[in-house]
């Protein structure tokens, strides 16, 4: 018995062990080799070295990750993603060392850096970076072809027709089919329910807080030529598409990816093929599902506004004040800006404050002096 009892805890320890092990092995800190570049202005080259070094610790970031795109189309000054880093997500690059640097032709000045990441830390970085108005949209389509048989076609006219309504909309839309991130299987199963850590994953390769995925099948209800009564042939195929789909989204407050809504669809086509048939569904569909998902997408957004303060200094006298504020109600996404005194502001706002302060400094005419997730300080310089 004392031999059983020695053997199973032997046992469990063993497997104690291995799983320590398994998990730290996991969570070992990779080391990658990355460059960046800045631009030299007003002969500025530590300016320049910084920015340049904040640009290739941050593409080492985002290469751990395994980012498709990449967070520079949405934020130009990188040393305010790196002031980000430091002070919500600390420990993400745990050293770094820079290999080689020099001053290149143009004004321009590049940096060779070699980077340790933490990955489940960049993670958490690259997942503060997520924008809420930024939509990944994946619904592979099972269509028939010419010849007989099937096939899944990952862009297609129901995914072509709803990225046009929603960047109609000023949403920015990512088709995640182009860049094999995931699979019609995969997608198959999320939609369904299961797959969160694809869901997750998708998040933070595209740098999205929502997710639009589904996908489609068919039937053909009637083919060509069918015998359907009173000496009749049916003279076109009918096809009847049916679509399964979700809208998923990051709970900025939890962290947890939640269902926003979730549906089943079905639209019916006449072609004189059933390849046509299916396209003419697929749009139909498209049109039909489009209100919904708009609605979902807006609520979602309005529900995540939240209030900034933005002091600006060098505001002296009321024609001032009145072209600052106009200028903060023209950044994208800015739903409302409330005066509180002169220089003083509240901004709606639906993303990170990073992005507010970012698109503030792309005026040309401001300095950021300091910014928390719920403040800016900023001085006007015209």
Not at 98 to 125: F, H, M, N, S
Not at 161 to 187: N, S
Not at 255 to 284: F, I, M, P, R, Y
């Amino acid at each position: 018995m004392k031999s059983i009892l020695r053997g199973v805890i032997f046992l469990l320890s063993f497997l104690g062990i291995f799983n320590l092990t398994t998990e730290t092995a996991f969570a070992q800190a990779k080391t990658v080799v990355t460059e960046g570049e800045a631009a030299i202005v007003n002969n500025d080259i530590p300016s320049a070295r910084q920015e340049a070094v904040a640009r290739a610790k941050w593409a080492a970031v985002e290469r751990v990750v395994g980012v498709q795109v990449k967070a520079e189309s949405f934020v130009q000054n990188m040393v305010l993603v790196e002031d980000v880093m430091k002070s919500q997500v600390t420990g993400v690059v745990k050293k770094f060392d820079v290999l080689d640097q020099q001053k290149k032709e143009g004004d321009i000045y590049w940096v060779r850096v070699r980077c340790t990441v933490e990955p489940a830390k960049a993670r958490q970085a690259v997942s503060t970076l997520a924008l809420n108005g930024s939509i990944a949209l994946f619904i592979p389509a099972r269509k028939p072809q010419a010849g007989g048989g099937d096939r899944f076609e990952e862009t297609n006219i129901l995914s072509e027709t709803l990225i046009g309504k929603l960047t109609a909309q000023d949403y920015k839309v990512i088709d995640v089919a182009p860049t094999g991130a995931a699979d019609a299987a995969e997608i198959e199963c999320a939609a369904k329910g299961g797959h969160s850590l694809l869901l997750r994953s998708l998040m933070y390769k595209f740098l999205s807080n929502l997710l639009i995925i589904g996908k489609t099948d068919y039937t053909i209800s009637t083919k060509k030529g069918e015998d359907i009564g009173y000496g009749l042939s049916m003279p076109f195929n009918n096809v009847t598409v049916r679509l399964t789909y979700r809208v998923v989204a990051k709970n900025n407050k939890t962290g947890a990816v939640e269902v926003l809504t979730a549906g089943a669809e079905q639209a019916k086509g006449l072609a004189g093929n059933a390849e046509d048939a299916a396209a003419s569904a697929l749009k139909d569909l498209a049109e039909k599902i489009a209100p919904k998902i708009l609605d979902t997408v807006a609520k979602y957004i309005e529900g995540n506004a939240k209030k900034v303060q933005v002091k600006v200094m060098g505001v002296s006298d009321l024609d001032t004040n009145m072209e600052v504020k106009g200028i903060l109600q023209n950044i994208v996404w800015v739903t409302g800006v409330e005066d509180k005194e002169m220089g003083k502001y509240i901004v709606t706002y639906p993303e990170s404050t990073l992005y507010l302060a970012n698109s503030i400094k792309q005026k040309g005419d401001f300095k950021i002096i300091n910014f928390t997730p719920y403040s800016i300080d900023l001085e006007y310089q015209k």
